[in-house]
């Protein structure tokens, strides 16, 4: 029996399988360094671990009004994501000379379920003004 289960293991195991066994993530990085232990060749395998920076892409943003006499930014708000919030911090970043601002329907809703974090806190801590549901007259 216990041939037989072998015999079995052996037809169902892949090079895949195998390789993993060994540290191999496939059977062609086995074959190679199969060759080259039998050619007698010193290397070492997924050792060196090497940097590198992927390139930004470039991307636009639409704010949804400008107050041209202010030159003020408004960003209407009802949902604020987690991908609103980053391209908002990038934009503050990369543009910290401009004004731009929030009106959310609630900026006391949470950034998360899990989160205590309202928009309203996130605001404060990132540099941005914002009101609820209107644009205050000192704005303006």
Not at 46 to 75: G, V
Not at 106 to 116: A, H, P
Not at 128 to 137: A, T
Request: aromatic share 14%; proline share 3%; with cysteine.
């Amino acid at each position: 029996m216990k041939w037989q289960q072998r015999r079995l293991y052996k037809k169902t195991q892949t090079s895949k399988t195998v390789g993993l066994t060994y540290g191999f993530r496939s059977g062609l990085e086995e074959a190679i360094a199969s060759e080259l232990n039998n050619q007698g060749v010193v290397y070492e395998f997924e050792k060196t671990k090497l940097k590198y920076t992927k390139p930004q892409k470039a991307h636009t943003y639409t704010p949804d009004f400008y107050l041209i006499d202010k030159k003020i930014f408004i960003e209407t708000k009802g949902l604020f994501t987690t991908q609103d919030r980053q391209k908002m911090r990038l934009i503050k970043e990369q543009h910290p000379n401009l004004d731009i601002r929030f009106v959310f329907s609630n900026s006391k809703s949470r950034i998360s379920k899990k989160s205590t974090t309202t928009y309203g806190m996130w605001c404060d801590k990132y540099g941005f003004k914002y009101s609820d549901k209107h644009i205050p007259k000192e704005w303006l």
